[in-house]
């Protein structure tokens, strides 16, 4: 939190961010319940309205003003706040205004009575005001002790008795005295009454605040109110303030209807209003402060809490993608800050999968024998299993558009760098599937099947022992058994028939014999769902091969017992692949095409 801070305060984040951090200074240490956060919301007001009369005076005595005093107060600050007075309202000012100013200041218990002390006795602007005024300053003096600001010692409270009597002079001056809207305010304030003299939107907190505080009972709803009526009035009531978005946000922070504010700011500050929001956000989460609006009648939005965080995180992440001068591992480290492990990861692997060209930046290499992960910047932030989770989601989204080459690459890469060894196998099996069909893309996925298979499938290495432990190894029957049908049907295609029927016998997939066909249908049934897609194809495929040397042998050889022999002998395997087709269920297109070519070879 002090990092953020500390950028907060340079002069680049000056204005309306800055007010924001001063103000949170005093809101955060006392978010524990919503009084507590009002109350630091008011001890930032009266602070922030000191520092204003004071710098005010400072200036005013450099160029030259006359800020001296003919009354010197024991209190630097109503010394401060005579001189501002004067310069607001001349040397005749009322001492009425003063003691305001005192008031609101939150430093009002010893500097009022600092005042107070140098009025004269019975003096005509105090009358009988006087005692019960100095009475009730006296007490908060002692409870504000050396704190800056009256709050800071806690809800300043008036006797009940002092409280009525104040009541009847508030009345009378409501009456009487309209125009002297200072006193009117001291006493309002004094005797728990509306405060009527608001300037600026911070004096309306000011006097909203002091009430609430007041009232023990209904102070959280009354604070509700307040936050209400902020956004009632909405981001257009603010628009001619010169902070911009803050002109809106600053009150909705004070509030504490958090979720608005940031909402707010990232939507209409630009840019920067976003960095600003997210690195709001991101201290909000580290504070543990619900970001949820503080609303009385109006419902919170579904978007709370820490998946508010997370939305602007992720926002802010996406421009950092496309900013020159930051990139992806500037995009990463907010992402890292998402509350949400599930979120955080989910969104990590998507930043991946947006950025394929930085994948080695993001995801690192593997190392020189092709199975350690190496130069990963996830590791240096999380453990090897949740950097592997998060690759593999990136892997899985690749996957999804695997007809696309250079998604499927990637898609492999990432399965390799995640350890996901049983989903790259199961990748390259379905690249390579359907077996019979042969172009460009297919040749260079049976390719690279078959150097995965030789480097890390034929010997004893890691890949092989993780799928053999997952008991997963059935992939590899897949795999081997898909590359001897795609060498079946190269053949068949070339013409190579009985060197085609001897590669489909070496699967043990296809029964050619009586007395395997149960021992093949049992298999079947056990065998991975892309294996068995390519079954249609494979039976028929069989049952070409088998028409095609039956008609060769019968055309070019004389009817010796032999010949007829091998005949009889090619006709009942085509039987016993029909008979298979049938048991194994296959669809009526491949039975058809089967019983077509028992068919000819029958005649």
Not at 148 to 160: K, L, N, Y
Request: hydrophobic share 40%; proline share 3%.
């Amino acid at each position: 939190i002090r990092k953020f801070e500390k950028v907060a305060l340079t002069e680049k984040h000056a204005g309306g961010y800055q007010t924001a951090w001063l103000l949170l200074r005093s809101m955060l240490p006392n978010m524990q319940n919503p009084v507590n956060g009002a109350l630091g919301a008011q001890i930032h007001l009266c602070r922030q309205y000191q520092t204003y009369i004071i710098n005010q005076v400072k200036s005013a005595s450099l160029k030259g003003q006359d800020v001296s005093i003919a009354i010197q107060y024991s209190s630097g600050l109503a010394q401060h706040i005579a001189s501002f007075v004067k310069l607001s309202s001349g040397s005749n000012a009322s001492v009425w205004e003063v003691l305001y100013y005192c008031l609101r200041c939150g430093g009002y218990a010893n500097a009022a009575k600092a005042v107070l002390d140098a009025t004269p006795a019975g003096s005509e602007e105090l009358a009988a005001e006087q005692p019960v005024l100095y009475r009730s300053f006296a007490r908060l003096g002692q409870r504000q002790g050396n704190a800056m600001c009256m709050f800071e010692a806690g809800v300043p409270m008036i006797d009940a008795q002092d409280r009525a009597t104040i009541l009847n002079f508030y009345d009378r001056a409501r009456n009487l005295d309209h125009n002297q809207k200072h006193k009117i305010g001291v006493l309002a304030l004094l005797c728990g009454q509306q405060l009527e003299f608001l300037p600026t939107i911070e004096d309306y907190l000011f006097g909203r605040f002091w009430l609430a505080l007041q009232d023990g009972e209904n102070s959280v709803s009354q604070i509700k109110e307040i936050g209400a009526s902020i956004r009632k009035y909405g981001p257009s009531y603010f628009a001619g303030d010169d902070g911009g978005a803050w002109g809106y946000a600053l009150p909705l922070i004070a509030t504490q209807q958090f979720e608005t504010a940031l909402s707010f700011l990232a939507e209409a500050g630009g840019p920067m209003g976003l960095m600003q929001a997210v690195h709001l956000a991101i201290v909000f989460s580290l504070a543990h402060v619900d970001l949820t609006d503080l609303a009385s009648a109006l419902p919170s939005s579904a978007s709370s809490g820490s998946s508010l965080v997370t939305i602007l995180l992720v926002k802010y992440a996406q421009v950092l993608e496309s900013e020159p001068s930051a990139g992806v591992l500037d995009a990463l480290q907010y992402l890292f800050r998402i509350p949400s492990e599930r979120d955080c990861f989910e969104e990590i692997a998507s930043l991946i999968y947006r950025s394929p060209g930085q994948l080695a930046v993001l995801a690192g290499n593997l190392d020189q024998h092709g199975i350690h992960r190496v130069d990963c910047p996830l590791d240096k932030r999380l453990n090897k299993d949740e950097v592997s989770m998060i690759l593999e989601k990136a892997g899985d989204m690749f996957k999804r558009r695997a007809s696309d080459l250079n998604q499927a690459n990637l898609s492999a890469r990432l399965y390799m760098l995640s350890y996901s060894h049983t989903k790259i196998l199961q990748l390259l099996n379905e690249l390579i599937s359907p077996p019979n069909v042969s172009n460009d893309e297919k040749l260079y996925w049976a390719e690279q099947s078959q150097n995965f298979y030789d480097t890390y499938l034929s010997q004893q290495t890691l890949v092989l022992e993780t799928l053999n432990r997952d008991g997963k190894s059935g992939l590899i029957f897949t795999n081997q058994s898909l590359m001897k049908l795609r060498h079946f049907f190269e053949l068949h295609r070339k013409g190579e028939f009985e060197v085609a029927l001897k590669v489909l016998s070496e699967t043990g997939l296809v029964p050619m014999k009586q007395d395997e066909m149960d021992l093949m249908q049992s298999k079947f049934r056990d065998l991975d769902p892309v294996l068995k897609a390519a079954f249609p194809t494979v039976l028929t495929g069989a049952v070409e091969c088998l028409y095609e040397i039956f008609r060769g042998l019968k055309s070019s050889h004389v009817a010796t017992p032999e010949v007829q022999s091998c005949l009889s002998e090619l006709q009942f395997q085509a039987r016993i692949v029909f008979l298979f087709s049938g048991l194994i269920n296959m669809p009526s297109t491949c039975k058809n095409t089967i019983a077509q070519h028992r068919a000819h070879m029958i005649r």
